[in-house]
């Protein structure tokens, strides 16, 4: 009975002794740069730009509805009956109304398929970050991108980044060009 509480005893100081030896790891990382860097974000962007474009035509095919009977009805006023007149009026109210009904219904399933397009991309960045960190053995990863970590001391937080990058098969020399780099080129 001494014999195993003195080998308990001597395996848990042994443990004890190996997890002090480890340092606790900190990581940082920009999910912003990570982003941009991403080939997902493109395909994303080009399927909203698309659907973008495709409600902004949908409107303009209405603002050129709008816009004949209005002419019309300027040119035609004057030889209209005053029930005629009415049902003109009445007709380009309602059609403007749909028009502005139809940009804010847009505006908000503009803002729907943001998201549904955007969310794969973020989850696999989360999903690449967390695994990076579960198998790098970090305790906390923080997001500096987003300004609510007011001081990390760069030498003892390790930039995750490139680990990340590595972890999506993003090329190491793949940077994200500012706009400063952009507009002198």
Known sequence: MKQSILLFT???AATLSANAQQPFKFGHINTQELFLL?????SALVKL?????????QIETLQVEFNKKLTDYQNKQATWT??????????L??????????????????TQMQ?????PVTEKANAAIS????????IYIFDVSMGVVPYFD?????????LVKAELKIPADKVVSTPQATASR
């Open 10 to 12: 001597l395996v848990a």
């Open 38 to 42: 991403m080939p997902e974000r493109d």
């Open 49 to 57: 730009e698309n659907y973008r474009k495709e409600l902004t035509e």
């Open 82 to 91: 005053a029930a005629t007149l009415e049902t003109k009026q009445k007709e």
């Open 93 to 110: 109210q309602q059609l403007s109304q749909n028009i502005e009904e139809y940009q804010r219904n847009a505006q908000e399933e503009l």
């Open 115 to 119: 998201q549904i397009v955007i969310r």
């Open 131 to 138: 695994k990076v960190g579960k198998d790098n053995g970090f």
């Open 154 to 162: 760069a030498d003892q937080s390790i930039d995750i980044l490139p």
